[in-house]
């Protein structure tokens, strides 16, 4: 069978190119084998169901595993009381079908029992105890998995649910239950906030308190990668330097499983054929890996918009967002922060160091793309760019040099009367306005995290396998101006680039505006001045 990169659903091994999860299958075992009761929570498309059926089958020498998945019960089954049970107990006897032997014979009469709902309707305190007695019986321990546990939290008879768990957890000493429980979703259960009052306000008291912390790390290390990337050169043969692919994949994705994937399956399936990819030799290097990159950040799926709809859902979250990305202002970390919160939750930012930054270097790009297009139609140094597209593009090559003369032409011709605050606040913005439409179509352009703040940052233009750094800056004085020339060397070293370019927004009255050269060392600025 021909395997490929999966992008919906689970991950299968015999099927889909894979990280190897041994590592983390071991350290969740530790946890199942001291009894903890724990959720999974993490973002959208990172591998939860994958790991419940890969801990599954790892797990099912020792312990008799009941995996269910609360999506594949119907919305009737959480009105009330007896529907739950009926509703819970046919979803546990598909589950076990294969491993009716480990189930007690008395245990699967019971649960057949309650998934007839026609006659009787049973309580939940009825199918614990058959739980109970299951347990007590059992030869192996028993352990509970649900996937997409969070579908249900809006209603009542779930937290009823969990509080019985709940219960039984605390009084296991006495009273036989379930070794382990692992609940697997999105949210959190232990603090969602669930509206299931008929006034329509929302409540956080959830009975799941007795969860461990889950700490297992289950974004992809670039080793990780390495690891998948292997098992493909194996079957593929395309000479790629694994190490350079891999960081790449990891440097723009910090390791999102979604993405890691999706760029894979573009690099294999959808650029071999294209103008300069003639083969999968081609495909799999930095150029190939940026053509992907491309499609990725032109497309819409459903993380972007599930992003998107995050901040239209929190305004406040936008507002920050908005203010990291173009001006640098540094924003605390605050869990408690409904929004925060829920933004993590998404994991589209991350608290580094107790700041807030976004997760990735494609959400970043995401999130400058969509802020940018709102100003599309009324920016007038938007228009120019536009406009003068053509002037920029010399044999195929971008001409940075020529983009800084006219940018400085064009702001000054149209915001060199402006204030100091107005200056500060939009000048790097709209030099990336500017920079959009002449690049658009052929390349993109990235913010490099560690550089970014209220005085500079590093922007990088990835063109037709090009690259180019141009560090924008808030000029602070000679002294200040000479730190930053040093810093934009030591980042073209890192680039392995011998020429840069700075983009200096100074607001002395007496600055000379324009384009010049500068050399330091062996690297040759190019040093613009508004």
Known sequence: MVKTF????????????????????????????????????????????????ALADYLKKDYVIVSL????????????????V??????????????????????????????????????????????????????????????????????QVFLDFLAQLRAYYLDSDVTPTFHCVILAGLYDIRNIRRKIRSDGKHRTNSPWNIAADFLVDMAFSPDDIAGMLKTYETDY???????????????????????????????????????????????????????????????????YQSLKGKLEDYPELRSVLYHILFTGKPVPY?????????AAMFGFIK???????????????????WFMSEEYVSNKIYDIGAREKNHFITGGH???????EKFVESFDELYGDKNEAFLEDVGRRYFMLFLKPIINGAGNSYVEAETRNRERMDLVIDYLGEQFVIELKVWRGDAYNLRGEKQLYNYLEYFHLKKGYMLSFNFNKKKEIGVKEIVLGDKLIVEAVV
């Open 6 to 53: 999966n992008v919906n659903g689970a991950c299968r091994p015999a099927k889909h190119y894979m990280i190897d999860l041994a590592a983390r299958l071991e350290e969740i075992r530790d946890m199942v084998d001291a009894g903890e009761y724990f959720t999974i929570n993490r973002a959208r498309q990172f591998g939860k169901t994958t790991i419940l059926r």
């Open 69 to 84: 998945d609360f999506q594949k019960m119907s919305a009737l089954d959480f009105i009330d009381e007896p529907a739950f």
């Open 86 to 155: 009926g509703g819970l107990a046919r979803e546990i006897t598909r589950a076990v079908r294969n491993i009716k032997g480990d189930i007690p014979d008395q245990t699967m009469e019971k649960l057949e029992l309650f998934a007839d709902t026609k006659s009787i309707s049973y309580k939940m305190s009825d199918i614990f105890l058959c739980f109970s007695e299951w347990c007590e019986r059992s030869q192996k321990p028993v352990v509970l998995m649900i996937d997409e546990v969070d579908s249900a939290a809006n209603n």
């Open 237 to 303: 043969k395309t000479g790629m330097d694994i190490d350079e692919i891999s960081n790449l994949l990891y440097d723009y994705t910090s390791g999102y499983p979604y993405l890691v994937s999706r760029l894979c399956k573009f690099m294999d399936e959808r650029i071999a054929g294209k103008e300069g990819f003639p083969d999968k030799q081609t495909v799999w290097t930095k150029p190939g890996f940026l053509s992907a990159l491309k499609i990725l950040l032109e497309e819409t799926n459903p993380l």
């Open 334 to 342: 605050t869990a408690m922060n409904d929004y925060m919160e829920a």
């Open 351 to 369: 608290n580094f160091n107790g700041m807030t930054v976004i997760f990735n270097r494609i959400f970043e790009t995401v999130l400058y793309n």
């Open 398 to 404: 971008l001409n940075v040099r020529r983009i800084l």
